[in-house]
């Protein structure tokens, strides 16, 4: 089986910067993948895309940039679904106690480790010879923290093993400590104690800190410790490219990316 490029960089103490994609669209996909991205991840949560819509879409990224998804729930049949697609890690929402991170990690891991069950109709091709030997130590599990609940058992989460980064969403995170959703809120000091927090334990822990953002705020979460930065996603790309060709077009200067639009 290939080498997943981000466990890679993260055990060598590197960065990854990743692409977000919303849409079904397959050709766009196989182009973005060739821009330089360290991962992308597909949104089977909040994105418009179904099971039937993610494989051409992994299919068409190759492993140029590796090939990530985000579950729509902490639920073992999609799961493995989506890694017996091709995908090399799932982000999995609302892990909220140490029980649900468990069933995360089984959920991503074969026995004796875990509890997926064998049947990679197109990862054993497409990810190369040896799967069954390589899947559980090449497959990124990835259990999101974004409520309070998730934060305040932290560390107990962080104790089971076989998790390899946290993932904060940082609109829930906002939601439960009742804030506005929103990519920050640098006036609220308890939330920026969740954010420091996350980033403390888990690298002690050697699990990567990783966090949904913006371009703009992107340098910000790096020098904050955060490892695995999704920078923005295809539609808020899309968008933000289309207004700045429109303000060029008409005479004017390209608009300037100040994360407002994303």
Known sequence: MIANE??????????????????????????????????????????????????????????????????????????????????MGVVIPMVNSPREAEAAVKACRYAPAGSRSWGPARAASALGGGYHADANAQIACIPMIETRQAVEQLEQILEVEGIDAVYVGPADLSISYGLPPATDHPESAVYQEALAKIVELSTSRSVVPGIHSTPAMTAVRVEQGFRMVTATSNLLAQVAGAEAALAQARGGQPADSDGNMY
Do not use: F
Not at 20 to 39: H, K, N, R
Not at 48 to 55: E, G, K, M
């Open 6 to 87: 981000l466990k890679t960089t993260w055990a060598d103490g590197g960065t990854t910067l990743g692409l977000w994609l919303s849409s079904p669209d397959a050709m766009a996909a196989e182009q973005l993948a060739t821009v330089g991205y360290d991962y992308m991840c597909l949104d089977l949560q909040h994105g418009l895309l179904d099971y039937t819509s993610a494989v051409p879409m992994l299919q068409a990224m190759r492993t140029t940039s590796v090939p990530l998804a985000r579950a729509p729930w902490n639920e073992p049949g999609i799961i493995g679904k989506l890694l017996d697609a091709g995908s």
